[in-house]
């Protein structure tokens, strides 16, 4: 047995470690993993008196596994894969792939100074996300735009227009839950409105939404779209039109909720159609929302359009 009981100091084991290993990781974190290596040899040696001290070569190579075991945890969180998993888009497996375009841009942006909240005419503060909301407009026909983190952010402030304890009409046929267990239902309630559901699960119709809007017991419509699952056989959809209307005679706001979204006619491409923003506008939408990530690929992102006091 050694009569030396003490392992290496952290700075001999530091001098043990190869070069590679000691150049390719950030210092901190090879002094740390040494510290800790350290440690552990302490207290082995604490429980075991018998037990030799291990050679500050073999020290050196733990040091060195738990610098690599850190980077291969690290690098795990972004490992590349193969979505065999029949969902062209999945939330789960990073979204959207971004266009080279997008990235290039991305690149670009973050690689020097730019204005991103600076308006160039005034030398004032600006809005961040003008540029894109300027592009929403054009794209659209919107009076104004709005970017938001996602599309649950959006669906959560416009139905804080409703005011607090204000009533918001929903279809019981829309009351869906979306991605990462949102819940229409749970969302009214978040944003202290008051839902009101109308029709049935399988039928609703433009007159189901007169009573409550009638009573004032309404100040917002709120039509949610069923991305991830449809309905079949004996249902019946509201004219949107005709409950947009309905809701403007007695002074109520509509929102309109599309989902993923479309601003291309998805039925050239021999797909069933998908409501366009300009479309829903044009029939009495007053807001307007959608996903941009899985629209146009890019960050997650939620887009919102419609008038421009909202």
Known sequence: ?????????VER???????????????????????????????????????DPRAPGDLAADVAARLHDRARAWA?????????????????LGRSTWPAAAFEAARVAAGAPILLELDAATGRRGRRYRAAEDALV??????????????????????????????????????VEIGG???????????????IEVGTTNRTRAEDFGAPLAEKRARLVLRVHRSNFRLEGF????????????AHEHGAIVVDD????????????????????????AAGADLVMFSGDKLVGGPQAGLVVGRSEL
Do not use: C, K, Q, Y
Not at 235 to 246: H, K
Not at 273 to 281: C, F, I, S
């Open 1 to 9: 047995m050694s009569s030396n009981r003490r392992p290496p100091s």
């Open 13 to 51: 084991l530091l001098s043990s470690l190869a070069p590679d290993v000691a150049n390719e990781h950030d210092r901190r974190m090879v002094v740390d993993a040494a510290r800790e290596v350290v440690d552990v040899e302490r207290l082995r040696l604490a429980d075991t008196p018998t037990a």
């Open 76 to 92: 795990a969180g972004t490992m590349a894969a193969i979505n065999a998993t029949g969902v062209l888009i999945h939330t789960n």
């Open 138 to 175: 054009a794209l659209t026909g919107a009076e104004d735009a709005l970017v938001t983190n996602n599309n649950a952010a959006a669906i959560a402030l416009a139905v804080g227009l409703a005011g607090r304890g204000g009533g918001v009409i929903v279809s019981r046929g829309e009351l």
């Open 181 to 195: 267990g949102v819940r229409i239902p749970e969302i009214v309630r978040r944003a202290g409105a008051r839902l």
């Open 235 to 246: 249902v019946e959809d509201p004219d949107f039109a005709a409950v947009a209307a309905l």
């Open 258 to 281: 599309l989902g993923s979204g479309a601003l291309l006619d998805t039925a050239r491409f021999g797909l069933p159609h998908e409501p366009l923003p300009a479309e829903r506008l």
